[in-house]
Structures are given as structure tokens and as C-alpha cells.
């Protein structure tokens, strides 16, 4: 018979300090080379699983939509995805969203050529107003790019060509000469720049599209398994506190990471990943996810509106519905597991 106990209960006893022998299974998914899944890595190599008495069976996809889509049949029960498919996942699967994984807004952006910037900064509205924009609908990618339109006092999609390609279609297509904006999201940026000498005209965080990445659980998983839920956060708590404190060592273990799926980027982007996409400690994930109307929750009501808009979810969903910190909140009320989530 399956003990059960409230969170109160559980975050007052002893039963988080797992002696390391023990390992209890979590199948965790995620997205691989994206650095919101490097602590992940950190983990592994570092041996913190085994620390809380967790036994990782990992399982990657190439993208969101099919990873949510898993969820249906228990293939995972926890782990980090991007924020239009935890929009999507909690619509359709049942998905809570227990966490951030990163603020990715600054990576999600759109870009002019080199040579044209200067001209496009000076008048942004004139000279993009009837120009081709390639870009992936449906995606941060276009949130990001349709914010910034908006910001220079023109109307998306109205006052611009939209061209739908994916990403690696939009850098091969602007690289040789199509279109005069694209619509990306890192590390895809980092490549235009390379192949192209295209340049950064603005970003979500720019325009006030935020773009969080979410960590998330199957919601029947979750509140069965409170305990589990809450030492895979400590153990990614754990990664994101390494990565901040030991900066030359976490952009070595991410040219590792990336590496193992073929990922290969130039160290001064592995640095740029880090200066410009936060991740959050134990009591910065508590101020985006608790109080009154959290921050979190317009994040991805902001995100909700533009999936509304486009069609792709038939009704706005209410981002508290789907935003649960109660396991996020298990992490700082359990001493043990507090401890380690800060690294002490």
C-alpha cells in the first residue's frame, strides 16, 4: 500500500534525506543542446541524483510539441520544455508548469543584415514597412518579432510579408539574400550572425514579449508523488546555483553537453547563452511563482494571448490554472532539500 502524506506533513518529516544507496526511479524529458537543460548534465557529472536518492531514466525530443504529446501515455514524468508547449501541454495533457527553467526572451529576436541596420535603427517603421520577415510561425520566434513590429508603430501581420519557414530554412534562405528580417531564437541567432553578418535588431525582451522556459510534470504524477517532484527540482535548483558560481567551468560542461548531439558553438556564444538567458535560484523561483498576480503568470498569459490569437488554442487558458508552486515551495520548507538546492 502507497503511503500517502499532505505537504505539510511531508515537508516536517525526514523522509527527503535519502541515503544515497537508495534510488527511486523519475523519467525525465527534455530538449537536448538548449542551455535551460544543462543542469541536467551538471547532475549527471556532478553525481546529485544520487545525493537526493533519484534515478534519472532520461528521454529527449527534438521539440516541444511531440515531448507534451508523450505525456499522454506516461512516457515521462517530469522535466523542462519550452513555454508554448507547457501553454499547449496544459491545455491538451494535464501539464503542470512547477517551475522556470530560464528566462529566454533576449534569445528570441529578429534580426536585419549588417549592412542595413544602421539604416533600419534609424527608422525602423519606414524601412520594414511591406518587407519580407522569414519566420517560424506559431513560435517564440514570432511572438518575439511580431512584439517588436508592433513597438516600431506598425501592425503585425499587416504591415509585413510574412514568410513561414523553419528555422534552419530561414538561415539558409536570408543567407543568400531573402528576405530582410528573420525571426529566430538562439542558438539559431549565433548562426545568422556567423553565416551572414546579420545583426540583432531587437528581442522579445525588448519589445516586453517575455519568453520563460518551464519546468514541468504530469499533473496526476505530481500529486501522487510530491517527494519525487520536489527533489527533481533540488537536483536542477542544484545546477543552476553551480552554473552562476563556477562560470569558466559551466561554459566547458556546455560545450560537452551540446557536443553529444553534434551542437558545436564558438565560445563566445556558449558565454552569451549564460549572460543572456537568467536561470533562477530557489528564492528568485519563489518570487516569479507565489503572491499576488505572479509575475510568472503574465509571463505566460502574455504568451497565452498571442497562442489565442494565432489560433492555436481555441479559448485563452488562464496561466494559474496550470502554475502550481506548492512543489517548488516543498524545496524551501524542507530544510535538507533547501540546503542542497543552494548548494550548501
Known sequence: MKLRMTLAA?????ALAVPATAQDDINVSYQPALYWAL??????QMGWWDEVGLGPNYST????APQVAAAAAGDWDVGGTGSAPAVLGAARFDIVTIGIT????AGNAMMVRGDDAEAV?????EALRGQQLLVTTNSTGEYASAACIESFGLTYPDDVEVVNLN???IISAFATGTGAMAGLWAPNIYTLEERAGAELLCSGQDAGAIVPGALIARRDYAEENPEMVARFLAVFLRGVQWIRDNNDEAVSMMADFYALTGVELPEQYLQREIDTR???TLDEQLGLLTGDNPEAVQWFNGLGGYM?????LESELDAATFIDPQYMQLVADTPELAAFANGE
Open 10 to 14: 511531508l515537508a516536517s518529516a525526514t
Open 39 to 44: 543542469p541536467f548534465y551538471v547532475a549527471d
Open 61 to 64: 525530443f527534438p521539440s516541444g
Open 102 to 105: 530560464n528566462n529566454e526572451s
Open 121 to 125: 535603427r534609424a527608422d525602423p517603421a
Open 167 to 169: 528555422q534552419q530554412e
Open 278 to 280: 537568467p536561470m533562477f
Open 308 to 312: 489565442t490569437s494565432t489560433g492555436t
